[in-house]
């Protein structure tokens, strides 16, 4: 749980431990004219937020980490496996039109493209799609392999990456979605376990928001 606003007492505690510390939870207390036992809570609230280290026989400290600062080491904690979706998978002989179809369907902006042994050859986009329907060829029998973008020039992740990594991709290749994959001894080595996309980014951004995320 992410602590972004504090109490007055939590934020008397930090001011006490900031201009004293270290200091004992005990002296803490007796300059707040409180018993020890009242402030636990107080103080476990804030070393677990990050606000205050602790140390055996030493007392607490303060990190010197604003609330921002400390929202953006959770953030860089925090792994694709806890926001993906399940992938969208279509096969290298499905025509256009099936892919067209398919993306609809699943309502999803990036179709993965794999091959008989279900491993990632390639990534369909709207874009793709939508210059493929405005060529001259038979959407019924121009398959998908012909217009999705190709290994190797597709980004994709795996689920222990840090999330944040996956955003400034996103950002950079103005894309709206990744694989991600996990390494196989077959076809392209790529097997296709999942997807993170904008949508899942913004689910993240309100969970910070709302203090949701653990």
Known sequence: MIQIELS?????????????GPITGEHIAE??????????????????????????????F???KTGGQMLSDKIKDITVAHYQSRPVL??????????ICTMFLEDCGTLFVVDKS?????????????????????LETTPVSVVMSR????????KEDAIIEVAQTLMTRQI???????KVAVGSGYEVIGRVTKTNLTALLVDLANNDFE
């Not at 290994?151 to 795996?158: L, R, V, Y």
């Open 8 to 20: 007055k007492r939590q934020q008397q505690i930090i001011d006490i431990v900031k201009e004293n």
């Open 31 to 60: 300059r707040l004219s409180l018993a020890r036992a009242t402030l636990r809570p107080d103080l476990a609230i804030l070393t677990m937020s990050g606000y205050l280290d602790a140390r055996p026989r030493v007392g607490y």
């Open 62 to 64: 303060y990190t010197g």
């Open 90 to 99: 279509v096969s290298a002989s499905s025509s256009v039109y099936e892919a």
């Open 118 to 138: 279900n491993t990632l050859i390639g990534v369909a986009s709207r874009k793709d799609l939508l210059r493929a329907s405005l060529g001259e060829g038979s």
């Open 151 to 158: 290994m190797p020039n597709i980004a994709m992740c795996q």
């Open 176 to 182: 709206d979605g990744l694989p991600i994959v996990k």
